[in-house]
């Protein structure tokens, strides 16, 4: 007997049929004899709704109150779930974030998972009850309800897995396991068996959505065993409940990989801006001028490119921000304009941001040589470029986002044969 987390996301909760189906599984693993949470997403496309709704009501809405309308969407599925386990002869029950209860930091929209009291859990487990919970919301210090921002709901699952200390975290999706890269994009993707938490963490942050970042981060630090795997599989069909071996990919410590290539997957997230100030000032304090109140914004700056100035009194700043972001940063940026001295702001939507990731990049030369010179048998031109020990980030304009994502994946081998 285990104890094993559940997690299913929108596409597999997307309906009554498909909700029915997850209770299969569900019910697979409880005759199994394992004890069992699930973790639930809304159904899809319900949060898109119903964060479209409070937009349309007013763009600066209080934070406190969008949580309060977005969590809504978990708490369906929850109950929903709950009742198709019930009409197979599952006992089971629904959790809200509050009631375990789950607590979180303050920060409404995005907030961090501080505490899990598992012990609820637990003591419904000893009787043979699965606990259904809601994903994606908890409860913060001002006693309301609070989001984990978006893709939140795989964070919940590996939270409690922690909380709960789960044998395993089973991410159920509408993909079979974690790719070189996104299936959608590159049908030639292949799945992997295993990925690293370090690369799947860089992954995850560099686009590729099929974890939320802070997951992966708490499955690292908790040494949670977690899988990705798909819902739409026959739940009874054969291998689906082998306890050490499930078909999906194992997302585990970089010494369980035994066959390990240079370059792991390729990522890649589009509506980049790129936003550049021209003859900045070149003394000390001017970055920190810039990107203080960038951040005291919200506002994620990422890639940043800085030039020596030729006359040692000007410089060149470039630097890229979600396109959501940029009026809000040109607003920021035009009030420090006089503090920190510079002649003019440009910018530029619709960019794109492709990563290249593998641990292997450490004890290899020329492998981001090889990717500037496949984009550039495509005639694609590269705007930006970051690296890091185990990654190369290249910024393009988002036209090319496809064609540059088949052509890496292509030129480091990946392609299914
Ligand atoms: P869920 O609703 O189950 O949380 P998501 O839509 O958040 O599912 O994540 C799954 C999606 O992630 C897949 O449909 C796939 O298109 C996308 N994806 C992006 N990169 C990858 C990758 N490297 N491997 C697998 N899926 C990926
Ligand atoms: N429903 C939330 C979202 O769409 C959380 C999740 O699905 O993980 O972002
Ligand atoms: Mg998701």
Redesign the pocket.
Known sequence: MARIVMKF??TSVADISRIRNVARHVKREVDAGHEVAVVV??MAG???ELVGWTRELSPMHDAREYDTVVAA??QITSGLLAIALQAIGVDARSWQGWQIPIQTDNAHGAARIQEIDGSDLIERFKRGQVAVIS??QGIGPDNRIATLG?????TSAVAIAAGVKADRCDIYTDVDGVYTTDPRIEPKARRLSRISFEEMLEMASLGAKVL?VRSVELAMVHRVRTFVRSSFEDPDAPGMGDFDNPPGTLICDEDEIVEQQVVTGIAYAKDEAQISLRRVADRPGVAAGIFGPLAEANINVDMIVQNISEDGAFTDMTFTVPSGDVDKALAVLNQVKQTVGFDAVQHDDGMSKVSVIGIGMRSHAGVAATAFRALSEKGINIRAITTSEIKISILIDGPYTELAVRTLHSVYGLDKQ
């Open positions: 996301g929108g997403s809304a319900k949060t898109n969407g978990e994903g994606f978006r893709g939140g709901s795989d939320q």
